[in-house]
């Protein structure tokens, strides 16, 4: 079973700021998705990654298959990001998504 | 724009009670899956349907809980007898197949057990 780490597991940033969350995991895979779930719950996916680099907005995400390890990184961080922010892999096409614990990002005004 | 559809919201149950969670997945999905998170932790697979057929219920606790997608459309996951441990969030997911394609979820229901 893969394993799914981030870090840091909370994280608190002034308005503006740029913001990395790191996931790594064990095992190679097929594809990794980042997610963002805000406190009323509903998960929203932001990217799926199977190599190199996305963009959209003011968030980017980069997977290093090599190094078995995505980042996620906001530009201009806002307060309305403030969000739990989960990354999750798939082993191979058929498996279900592993998840990681999630990082709890506070951007303060 | 299409969105995965649960209800309830919120539910409230006292232990040894019986409950019931509903999902309604994008159209035209296949795959659906349901999951548990318990705060702070990421979601858990608990059973994954390809139509009207369990693909992956291996972590499901099936002494009480049971999932049905009968026409291989909407869902249904029930809890009987729920226990106290069961307070958690309930996040329904649906893709077009289970390779590839992008997951979609619901707001998920919060269910907590007094």
């Known amino acids: 079973k893969n394993e799914v780490e981030q870090s840091p597991q909370n994280l608190t940033a002034q308005e503006g700021e740029f913001i990395t969350i790191n996931c790594s995991y064990s095992?190679?895979?097929?594809?990794l998705h980042w997610l963002q779930q805000h406190p009323g719950g509903g998960i929203v996916s932001l990217f799926m990654?199977?190599?190199g680099k996305k963009k959209h907005g003011r968030l980017i995400a980069t997977i290093n298959i090599q190094e078995k390890h995505s980042s996620l990184h906001i530009t201009a961080s806002h307060p309305r990001d403030s969000a739990v922010y989960i990354c999750a892999v798939r082993n191979s096409g058929n498996t279900p998504l592993v998840f990681g614990k999630g990082t709890r990002l506070s951007v303060i005004a | 724009e299409a969105e995965v559809a649960q209800s309830p919201r919120y539910k409230i149950t006292e232990k040894s009670q019986a409950v019931a969670f509903w999902c309604d997945p994008i159209?035209?999905?296949?795959?659906l899956y349901w999951y548990r998170q318990i705060l702070g932790q990421g979601p858990e697979l608990l059973v994954q349907?390809?139509?009207?057929?369990?693909?992956?219920d291996s972590q499901l606790p099936k002494d009480r809980f049971s999932a049905e997608r009968l026409k291989g459309v909407d869902s249904t996951l029930k809890i009987q007898p729920a226990e106290l441990g069961d307070s958690a969030m309930y996040l329904c997911?649906?893709?077009?197949?289970?390779?590839?394609?992008?997951?979609?979820f619901g707001q998920g229901t919060r269910l907590t057990v007094v």
């Open positions: 159209s035209g999905h296949a795959t």
């Open positions: 997911a649906s893709s077009f197949d289970q390779g590839w394609a992008e997951a979609f």
């Open positions: 095992v190679g895979i097929s594809a």
């Open positions: 349907f390809q139509d009207e057929s369990v693909v992956d």
């Open positions: 990654l199977s190599s």
